[in-house]
C-alpha cells in the first residue's frame, strides 16, 4: 500500500525525522488559509499524488504571499499529471500540500528497501538527489552506495558513518544523519514497510538536514498488524480494478498486454506471464486464484479479467494438486454461463482429475480451445489474439 506525500512525512515525524510542517488542503481558498496559518516569506505548493516526477508536469510550485499560494493551488487542484510513473493516462489532483519553501545548499538522496537476496534491510545513499534515483542508476551506478544492515546487529555507528562520507557530511551533519537513519530504520521495521525514500534530502542553507520528500509503502500483507494504517488508503489513487481484486481477496495485479490470465499459484501465474512473452504476446495481469476452484471464485476472476477492456483473449493455466481440474471446469463452464463470455479462451489443465476435467470442458458445447502444454497453450492464446488483428 502507498501513502501521499504527507501522511508519509506526518509518520515520519513521530520517529523524530525532520521533516518540514505544513497542511494538507483541498481548495484554493483552504491553500491560502493554511498559507497565512504557517506564516514566512515563501512557499511550496505540492501536488499530491502516489507518482514522482511531479515537479517536471506542473505539480510543485513556488509562491512568495499567501495570495500567490491560491492560485498556484488553483493551478495544480484537478490538474491530470502525467509523469513517468504514472503512464500516459496521467493521476488527477485531489490535494495539494502547502509548506514553507525551504533554502537549499544541497539535495541527496536516501531510501531504506528490502534486499531479498541477503534477508536485511538495505540503505541506499547518493549524493545526486533530487533526481530519479532510477535514471542514477542506470547512468551513474557509482554515485550509489548501499549499506545493509544486518538484522541481528541493528544500525551500528560504523554504518552511519560510511553513510555520511558517501553523502560528504560535516561531523555535525553526521550526527543529524545517524539520528535521522536510525529513526527511519525503527519506522521500517515498526510499520512493516517495503519502502522508505527521501529524495531529496536536503543540507539546509543553515546546514541542517531536512528530509524535503518522503516516500512511504507498505507491506500489504503485513497491513493486518497495522489497521490504523488502512484508513489512509486512498482508493481513488489505486487501479480500480486492483482495488476491487483487493475486495474480493483476489491476488490480481494489472498489467498492459491483451491475454488474460488466471492461473492457480503465484510461481506458476510469473511462469505463464514469461511463456506468453516468450511466445510474443503480453500478458494483460496477474492473477492467482489460489485454493479456491468453486464457480464463485472463477466468476469474481473472469470479472476482473474482463473489466479490463484491453483483454482480447484469456488463457487459464491450472495445475491441480490440492484442488481437483474437475471441480475447476466444473466452475469455468458455470462462470462462462452466467457471464455470457464471448473472449475466445485457452485452457490448460494438468494434474488432479485432469482427464476428467478436460472432458467436461469439451462436453459443455461452449468454444474452448484446449491445450496439453502450457507452451502449447500461450501459442495458441497469441494466435487467436493475431487473428483478432487486421493484416496480421
Known amino acids: 500500500m502507498n501513502i501521499h506525500e504527507y501522511q508519509a512525512k506526518q509518520l515520519l515525524a513521530r520517529y523524530e525525522v525532520p521533516v518540514p510542517k505544513g497542511k494538507v488542503v ?24 502516489h507518482a514522482g516526477g511531479r515537479g517536471k508536469a506542473g505539480g510543485i510550485k513556488l509562491a512568495k504571499s499567501p495570495a500567490e499560494v491560491k492560485r498556484a493551488a488553483a493551478e495544480i487542484l484537478g490538474k491530470v499529471l502525467v509523469t513517468p510513473q504514472t503512464g500516459p493516462a496521467g493521476k488527477k489532483v485531489r490535494r495539494v500540500w502547502v509548506e514553507p519553501a525551504t533554502e537549499i545548499s544541497r539535495e541527496l538522496y536516501l531510501g531504506l528497501l528490502v534486499d531479498r537476496a541477503t534477508a536485511q534491510v538495505a540503505v541506499m545513499a547518493s549524493a545526486a538527489g533530487g533526481m530519479e534515483i532510477e535514471a542514477v542508476v542506470k547512468h551513474s551506478p557509482e554515485k550509489i552506495f548501499t549499506e545493509r544492515i544486518d538484522p541481528a546487529a541493528g544500525l551500528m555507528p560504523f554504518q552511519v558513518r560510511k553513510l555520511a562520507f558517501a553523502l560528504e557530511l560535516s561531523g555535525e551533519q553526521s550526527k543529524e544523519l545517524g539520528a535521522l537513519v536510525r529513526g527511519l530504520y525503527r519506522a521500517f521495521l515498526e510499520l512493516d514497510c517495503s519502502l522508505i525514500e527521501i529524495n531529496p534530502l536536503v543540507v539546509t542553507k543553515p546546514g541542517k538536514l531536512l528530509a524535503l520528500d518522503a516516500k512511504v509503502n507498505f507491506d500489504d500483507s503485513a497491513l493486518y498488524r497495522h489497521p490504523e494504517l488502512e484508513a489512509w488508503r486512498d482508493e481513488a489513487e489505486e487501479d480500480p480494478i486492483e482495488a476491487q481484486a483487493r475486495k474480493l481477496g483476489v491476488s490480481y495485479v494489472h498489467l498492459d498486454g491483451s491475454i488474460g ?125 493475431q487473428s483478432q488483428i487486421p493484416g496480421a
Request: net charge neutral; charged share 20%; proline share 3%.
Open 261 to 385: 490470465c488466471l492461473v492457480n499459484g503465484a510461481g506458476l501465474a510469473m511462469t505463464t506471464m514469461d511463456v506468453i512473452k516468450a511466445r510474443g504476446g503480453s500478458p494483460a495481469n496477474f492473477l492467482d486464484l489460489g485454493g479456491r476452484a468453486d464457480t464463485e471464485a472463477v466468476a469474481q476472476a473472469l470479472s476482473l479479467i474482463m473489466a479490463d477492456p484491453k483483454v482480447k483473449v484469456i488463457l487459464i493455466n491450472i495445475f491441480a494438486g490440492i484442488i481437483r481440474c474437475d471441480m475447476i471446469a466444473e466452475g469455468i463452464i458455470a462462470a462462462v454461463k452466467q457471464m455470457s463470455l464471448k473472449v475466445p479462451m485457452v485452457i490448460r489443465l494438468s494434474g488432479t482429475n485432469y482427464e476428467k476435467g478436460r472432458q467436461m470442458l469439451r462436453d459443455s458445447g461452449l468454444a474452448f480451445t484446449m491445450a496439453e502444454t502450457l507452451n502449447e497453450a500461450a501459442e495458441k492464446a497469441v494466435a487467436l489474439l
Open 26 to 49: 483541498t481548495t484554493p481558498e483552504e491553500a491560502e488559509a493554511a498559507a497565512r496559518e504557517i506564516g514566512g516569506a515563501a512557499f511550496a505548493v505540492k501536488a499530491q499524488i
